[in-house]
């Protein structure tokens, strides 16, 4: 896996604070393991506070925003989870235009827990499968997904490939399934 996304930049789409702390650094370090280049997009400047469930833990400097990026500057997206986190992106336009775009472009996406969220208000999870957490479940149908209770999903009955998962016990399955999505 030491080179499998080499040359490819992958987005992590993250709200100034509400991150699930392990769901942004253990997919950041296997696109890192894979050769890829990690980069933190965010709806503002300066760094994100992260947490560990409902306390507080590391902050991450960001590396570009929405404002300023474009999705064709990276070759996939990751979503991570916690609550707060796709809570906050789905009320902000640029943040909900620029995760569409992916899908728009064909381009592989993959996100955890409660990241669906976001995709929700996309309005992209139309007629596809996945997974999150449970809480999601009514969500999803609701915006005309099927949701099923699996470690990871890959579903491809769209315009890109979408990787899901519901927790952070399932991210060693997460990061080995979008990694493989990411450099085919």
């Known amino acids: 896996m030491a080179t499998d996304l080499q040359g490819r930049t992958i987005a992590f789409l993250v709200a100034p604070e509400g991150i699930e702390q392990v769901e942004l650094t253990e997919p950041w370090q296997a696109v890192q393991q894979a050769g890829g280049q990690p980069r933190l997009v965010s709806t503002k400047s300066g760094r994100v506070q992260a947490f560990n ?35 906050i992106l789905r009320i902000q336009p ?11 472009s064909g381009k592989p996406v993959a996100a955890i827990c409660h990241a669906p969220w976001t995709l929700i208000e996309a309005d992209v999870v139309r007629g596809r499968t996945l997974t999150s957490w449970p809480s999601l479940r009514t969500d999803l149908r609701n915006a005309g997904a099927t949701w099923v209770d699996e470690e ?15 927790k952070p016990d399932d991210l060693k399955a997460f990061c080995q399934a979008f990694v493989d999505a990411f450099r085919a």
């Open 53 to 87: 469930h409902l306390t507080a833990a590391d902050t991450f400097p960001v590396d570009t925003t929405v404002d300023v990026s474009s999705p064709e500057e990276f070759h996939a997206l990751v979503l991570p989870g916690g609550v707060a986190n796709p809570d």
């Open 94 to 104: 640029r943040a909900v235009a620029f995760a569409k775009a992916f899908f728009d």
């Open 152 to 166: 990871v999903k890959i579903c491809t009955a769209g315009p890109n490939t979408l990787i899901t998962s519901r």
